[in-house]
């Protein structure tokens, strides 16, 4: 049953919440499981532990007292986003599909949360089904705000969605990479979204093969302190993505100033895994693989609402971090693969080979009409600046969904 469903997976630890059941504007279902002994990881560099990748500007006012006059600083609205990257046009909600969402210690409050989110955004209900791992139990208030901002973004991006969350009992490697691996293997997640990362490791290619799931693409946030590259987004199997600063009309998705990347966004060149035969095909040189991928709004200057009560006071925030950015592209997957379903296609599975092919090549960048992506020509995280096509802040770009998306629908 779980095997035609398409899972994007969010990693985080585990998640206290309420008995299953029905809120104003959610439907709960939460479960405990085991894990096969063949799926849970073990090993890994000693005292290895992940980030969640956010970044919080302040808190923020409820979306009805927005002013908008006011470009940034109080936060855009995921209606903003949408019209943005181009959602807004598509004919997909996500209707059909399934987000997993794996994060680590989650939050106590995700229910409530979620339902003042959906309330005041006057969005869809929304059907989230908790997976907890087995291991015990950790309460961390900045796991919780992870937990909000990844599960808000993906219902705001693909309200038809049901929302999957997958939870690790600490945020240590093994049992982050075993949730993984079970949201995979297990729940067939055919999208696996982490928006944690740690440091590289030297014998790192080791554990890739958790990321060659057949039927899954893996998507990882690249970090949110400048220049340089982490695991696991540094995997040649998982698409990366970056963030950028978008600034927007007051209260429109238009544009006031060209997009551009944030500054600390991650980025770089791996330390020890090999560059890709995608990126090699594109015209990417050098020996290593290279990071992000993909790009997607993510400074916190530039950030969006989330409603959380994890930090102190509980209510309204400002957010981005590179956390937003991962999982704003994990729902237009879902998006994709909801058009590939009416159209009796298989559902996207080949992130990369399909992203780089659509994005054409170093001499022949984005050449399409209308482009597939928002080429990012100017900032800088520390070591490296963005520039036309290709580079180690922005990727391929950020996504203009209205082509992009249909194109990946009919893609291979």
Same mark, same amino acid.
């Given at each position: ?310 930090? @102190?006071?509980?209510?309204?925030? =400002?957010? #981005?971090?590179? $956390?937003?950015? /991962?999982? !704003?592209?994990? +729902?237009?997957? *879902? ?51 963005? @520039?036309?096509?290709?580079?180690? =802040?922005? #990727?391929?770009? $950020?996504?203009? /969904?209205? !082509?992009?998306? +249909?194109?990946? *629908?009919?893609?291979?």
């Amino acid at each position: 049953m779980m095997g035609k469903r398409v899972l994007i997976a969010i990693v985080a630890g585990l998640l206290s919440v309420g008995a299953s059941g029905a809120w104003a504007d959610a439907t709960v279902h939460e479960e405990w499981v085991a894990v096969p002994e063949q799926q849970r990881v073990t090993g890994g560099p000693e005292g290895w532990k992940a980030t969640p990748q956010h970044r919080v500007l302040k808190s923020g006012i409820a979306p009805e007292d927005v002013r908008p006059e006011y470009i940034t600083g109080q936060g855009y609205t995921f209606s903003q986003i949408s019209e943005a990257y181009e959602l807004s046009g598509l004919k997909a909600d996500g209707t059909g599909q399934a987000v997993a969402i794996v994060v680590a210690c989650g939050s106590p409050t995700i229910n409530a949360d979620l339902a003042a989110f959906i309330s005041a955004f006057h969005l869809p209900s929304a059907n989230l089904n908790i997976t907890h791992m087995p291991g015990g139990a950790c309460a961390n208030p900045d796991w919780g705000f992870e937990t909000s901002l990844d599960v808000e973004s993906v219902h705001a991006l693909a309200p038809g969605a049901t929302i999957d969350l997958v939870i690790a009992p600490s945020d240590n490697f093994s049992d982050l990479l075993t949730a993984v691996q079970y949201a995979a293997q297990t729940l067939n997640a055919q999208v696996v979204s982490m928006s944690w990362s740690g440091d590289e490791f030297s014998y790192e290619t080791y554990y890739d093969q958790i990321f060659q799931n057949t039927g899954t693409v893996f998507i990882a946030a690249t970090g949110d302190y400048g220049s340089g590259a982490v695991y696991t987004a540094a995997s040649p199997s998982v698409v990366a993505v970056g963030g950028t600063s978008l600034y927007l009309q007051p209260g429109t998705g238009a544009l006031k100033f060209p997009e551009v990347a944030w500054e600390e966004s991650g980025g770089g060149a791996s330390q020890f895994e090999a560059v890709p035969a995608y990126q090699v095909a594109f015209g990417i040189s050098g020996a290593r693989r290279c990071i992000p991928d993909l790009a997607f709004a993510g400074d916190p200057y530039t950030g969006v609402l989330i409603y959380d009560s994890n930090y @102190t006071p509980a209510g309204w925030w =400002i957010a #981005g971090g590179t $956390s937003l950015s /991962a999982q !704003s592209w994990a +729902p237009i997957i *879902a998006l994709v693969d909801q058009l590939r379903t009416a159209a009796k296609a298989a559902p996207l599975t080949d992130g990369h080979n399909a992203l780089y092919t659509l994005a054409g090549s170093r001499a022949r960048y984005n050449v399409h009409v209308p482009p597939y992506y928002r080429d990012i020509t100017w900032g800088y995280n520390g070591n490296y600046a963005a @520039t036309k096509g290709y580079d180690l =802040i922005t #990727g391929l770009g $950020s996504p203009m /969904a209205g !082509s992009l998306v +249909p194109a990946l *629908a009919v893609g291979k």
